[in-house]
Each structure stands twice: as structure tokens, then as C-alpha cells.
């Protein structure tokens, strides 16, 4: 059965009631056509609940917009959906990627996460490129993506919604890794999940790093959400020291936009369940709405909180990752880096769940304290303990 409009349906109600599902739901395949966007491929899905959302299929498969009953979740920066045929992360000293970053969901890898860095080419055995000089954040977040499939499917009385693509990470003398992605929602729910698989298609063995930057947007942020996370520790700020408390912004409590703001970065340890789930969530008790993301421990074993609170750019990031923040060379240091041989490869399953009302609210929130309860310190000690990370 499904749930639209307050009602459960069967397969035959919901059909007796629409002569096309598109009515009220469904996976519909469009082209953006003005502006940096012009050109860019995407999938809208609607579930029926109020849940809207759109995969960019020609931007790495993200999801770029993201609402619910109107309520807008993801975050639209400044520069827009722009065509990936416009610009390369390797601009402006590997900085590109920022003139290119906007959405929900911002993928970043596969080969590299975080600040631009220098590696050693080696593995690709060819002499005329000795060393890689990596981008922020890596490139398969503007790369276009092939459409396996998408639609609707029927299972009984329950409805799915899908679609599946790969994206092409892959050079000559270099990397050749594929991501292949699959996002499902049920007709008449109101969360999103991702199914990640990163598989090595060529021959060398390959470095593998792997974040998503999630990013949530006005109105679900606004001055008193409440960031939710089963924290036991937090290790590490971008603003440490002098600057720790000089903007007035902790981890829990989000202001309203601030003129000149710098951004914040934290690493928060977090605490999983019985079952290896992690779950964090940003609460707007105001609204009654809030979005918790739930990832597992064993694919995800590092967090990140991102502040960029700056009028006009004001968004928050919950940000799961394969390793710590201070990236690639502290991660081989601590033989930390994923590599994977030819057909090897690693899966991530990922939920978005909207949170709408104050009991979804208080739910999500008990599920979370359940398992380990955050600092009620607004800047709590950083530890500077980095947890052992296994790569096998």
C-alpha cells in the first residue's frame, strides 16, 4: 500500500484515481535551458507527499533542488547549476570547483576530498607525469553521467521511483574509476535514498577518497536550527585557537546570515548504532521540518560540519567522508588512503529522510541521543584525537 493524501491506496485505487501517475508523481527527464544552466540534463522527482527533487544528471548525478510541500531543503549558491562545458576544477589554482558548486548534494572524489594537494603519480607507471596536483574537492562532481534507466516501479502495491547512471572518472596514464549510482524514493515517502557503488574499470591501482557535501538552505536553516549528531567527541576545527569563538557561532545553535563571515569547519567523532548507523540532523522547530541524513559507520567512518553562515551564500553542510580532514598525505602517513586494484570496489548507502512535524522532529532527535549525547559546550574542547581509520 501507499500513502497519498492522508489515505492508503492500492495499485488499482491509485490507478482509478489518475490516468497517469505523473499527475501527482512520477520521474520526469528535462532540459535547463537559459542561462549557466542551458544544456544541463536533469531528473525531477515528485512522490506525492510534497517531496520534489532533481538529479543533475549532466553534474555527476547530484541532486540539485530539493523541497518539500514547498519548503526549500537544498542549498542554490551563486553560481548557479552551471554546464560543466563552462568551467574545470583545475581553474584558478585548483579553486574551480567553487564556481561550479551549488545543491543538495555535491559528490566529491573519487580519487581525491578536500584541499587541493600534491601526490605521488607513480602508480600509474608513466614518466611524463610524475606527481598529480590535486583540485579541491576532486572532479566527478562536474562530470556529465550516462542514464542507464529511471522510472517507476511496481512492486505489489508499493511504487518505486528510480534512476541509475554511471559517471566516468578516467584518464590516460591515470585513474579510470566509475561511479555508479542508483537514487530510489517511494512513491508517497519522503526520503531519498542513494546506492554508491566506486569501482576500479582500469588497471592501475587507483587511490580512492569519497565525501558528500550536503547542503541544507533557507528556510530549513534559519537563525535557532538545531544541528543534531550522536558526537562522543569533537577533534578538530578549522578556527581553532584565537578564532575558536571570535564569530559567536558554536556547532549547535545556526544563526541568522552574517556580513563578512568566514567559514567554519569542524570533525565531529560520531557514534553509530547497533546496526553501524550513523544519523545527524538539522532541526527547525519553528518550521516543525528538518532533514536527517543516515549513512553507516563501516562506508563513512569520518564527519565534517560545514559553516558558511556569509550573507548571501548562507548554508550549513553535514559532510560524511571516507577519512579526516587534514587529507591525502595525513592519510597515507596513517596507511588511512583506499586503494583499489582493477574490479575492485566500495558501496555507499546513503538516506535523506525529511523530517515534517513536530513528532517526526522529536523521533529523529530521540533516535539520535539514544546512542551518544553532544557537548552541551557551544565550543567544546577539541581533542585532536584522529580514531584509527581501517582502508581494507
Known sequence: MVMLFGEPLTRRQVAERAGMLSQFS???????ADGVERGVRVLEFRTGSGLRFTVMLDRGFDIGDCEHKGRSIGWHSPAGFRHPGLGHPEEEGGLGWLRSMSGLLVTCGLDHILGGETASAANFNYP?????????????????????GYGEIWEGDDCTLWCEGIVQQSTVFGEDLHLIRRIEA????????????????????TPHMYLYHINLGYPLLDAGARYVAPIRDVIWAAHAGEAYARQQVGYRLMPSPILNFREQVWQHDLAADDAGRVRVALLNDRLAFGLEVETLNAQ?????????????????GIEPSTNHVLGRA?????????????GEERRYDTILRVLDGTQALAASEQRIRAIAAQPDADYPALSGRFPAIDAG
Open 26 to 32: 512520477g520521474v520526469r527527464l528535462m532540459t535547463l
Open 128 to 148: 611524463g607525469r610524475a606527481e598529480i596536483r590535486a583540485t579541491l574537492h576532486g572532479r566527478i562532481a562536474m562530470i556529465p553521467g550516462r542514464l542507464t
Open 186 to 205: 517511494r512513491l508517497g515517502g519522503d526520503e531519498i535514498r542513494l546506492t554508491d557503488r566506486v569501482v576500479n574499470h582500469g588497471f592501475y591501482t
Open 300 to 316: 563513512f567512518p569520518a564527519h565534517y560540519q560545514w559553516q558558511n553562515f556569509q550573507t548571501g551564500q548562507y548554508t550549513m
Open 330 to 342: 595525513f592519510a597515507e602517513g596513517r596507511d588511512e588512503l583506499i586503494w583499489l586494484d582493477h
